[in-house]
């Protein structure tokens, strides 16, 4: 299951409704930065929506999987970026409707993270970064870090 998807989909009721003008999130982070997230090398990066989130084009996201890290594993770690716009004033509403939030200092404009994702506001765009690993935590916020510069 995708963790995070609640705090998407309710900043995705509040976003305005074209990607087109969105920044590519594959573009936001490198795979070498991917990689020392997922704790292995990137063996896949798509921008392809899952058929459950096709419905809409309100945001991007970018996918990278990682190689297996073991013989017992078919598949590595995942990493996901989701980016739309938001507003400050959409971004608290959502921050506020998502159970567990806690609040992030010192990242981007406003950030807060759930035990699922960490969701960050800058630049007038709303990132949700998804680590599946371990400590994923300290991972998400070193990625967030280098996603808004290149925003």
């Known amino acids: 299951m995708i963790r995070g998807l609640g705090v998407v989909t309710m900043v995705l009721a509040l976003a305005p409704s074209a990607s087109a003008s969105l920044p590519n999130p594959c573009m936001l982070l490198t795979n070498a930065e991917a ?22 084009t309100r945001f991007r996201m970018c996918t990278w999987t990682g190689a297996p890290i073991s013989s017992y594993r078919s598949s590595g770690n995942t990493l996901r ?7 400050r004033s959409q971004f608290l509403k959502a921050a506020k409707q998502s159970p567990g939030a806690v609040r992030v200092q010192n990242l981007g404009d406003t950030a807060h993270a759930t ?4 969701n960050l506001l800058a630049r007038g765009y709303s990132l949700s970064i998804w680590l599946s690993s371990v400590d994923a935590r300290q991972a998400e916020r070193v990625l967030a870090r280098a996603a808004v510069k290149r925003l």
């Open 115 to 118: 035990s699922q994702s960490l």
């Open 35 to 56: 990689a020392e997230a997922l704790g292995s090398r990137v063996q896949n990066r798509t921008t392809q929506l899952q058929p459950t989130m096709q419905e809409t």
């Open 81 to 87: 970026l989701i980016i739309l716009p938001s507003t």
